[in-house]
């Protein structure tokens, strides 16, 4: 099978009607591991549905391209704390100063976890310095 024609199904069903078949194809591409799903999984961030978000961003921190950094960082205002947790993760794997600020400001986030993703994610990039 030719290289990205093992992906193009799941990149596929990013699109499909059920959230929860979207919700797995972001979580497969992954698992896969194949970069080819980095833009597709970007769109993918703009979906309706907070669990299709949740498991871009998560899959997109798997990769760590910095082409997802200004997705992630607009995913931060996200209302669900579960998205802005994923996408804390993905900034910290990512670990770009340019999304320090946001990090920082999700240091006083009402959720615990994503308080605590964010001041992983500032260390990460303290690091990276």
């Not at 199904?9 to 797995?24: G, T």
């Not at 605590?116 to 500032?122: F, N």
Request: charged fraction near 35%; avoid cysteine.
């Amino acid at each position: 099978m030719p290289e990205g024609k093992r992906i193009d199904f799941l990149v596929k069903d990013l699109q499909d009607k059920s959230w929860i078949v979207r919700e797995d194809a972001a979580e497969l591409l992954a698992e896969i591991g194949d970069p080819e799903a980095v833009e597709p999984l970007i769109n993918t961030l703009k979906d309706d549905d907070w669990h299709v978000k949740e498991a871009a961003a998560l899959s997109l921190a798997v990769f760590a391209d910095s082409r997802a950094l200004d997705p992630l960082i607009k995913l931060m205002g996200d209302k669900k704390a579960s998205v802005r947790y994923a996408a804390s993760l993905g900034l910290a794997s990512i670990a770009d100063k340019k999304a320090l600020y946001v990090l920082e400001d999700a240091v006083k986030d009402e959720n615990p976890v994503v308080r605590k993703v964010a001041k992983m994610g500032i260390e990460a990039i303290k690091k990276k310095k």
